[in-house]
């Protein structure tokens, strides 16, 4: 059983898409969280191994679309260690 670990990067909107983006060409990134201010998570998603490409332009739209309406967020990021 591989264990995950938690890491937490405070961003601004304009940058949401570019690092959501870094984080995915990683690849050892399990699962992301989009946080507001407040702490509510907006938006969250899985990456598992061999989503690439095609499956991921949806959600790479709907991450520019947030990063549009947003200001400060956190994004969460579960790795496999």
């Known amino acids: 059983m591989s264990k995950t670990?938690?890491?937490?990067?405070?961003?601004?909107?304009?940058?949401?898409?570019?690092?959501?983006?870094?984080?995915?060409?990683?690849?050892?990134?399990?699962?992301?969280s989009i946080h507001d201010?407040?702490?509510?998570e907006i938006m969250s998603f899985p990456l598992?191994?061999?989503v690439v490409g095609v499956?991921?332009?949806p959600v790479l739209a709907a991450v520019g679309a947030l990063a549009a309406l947003i200001g400060e967020c956190d994004i969460s990021v579960e790795r496999d260690a």
């Open 55 to 57: 499956l991921l332009a």
């Open 48 to 50: 598992t191994i061999g």
């Open 5 to 32: 670990f938690k890491e937490t990067f405070a961003v601004k909107g304009e940058e949401i898409l570019q690092k959501v983006k870094e984080l995915i060409e990683e690849g050892n990134v399990r699962k992301i």
């Open 37 to 40: 201010k407040t702490g509510k």
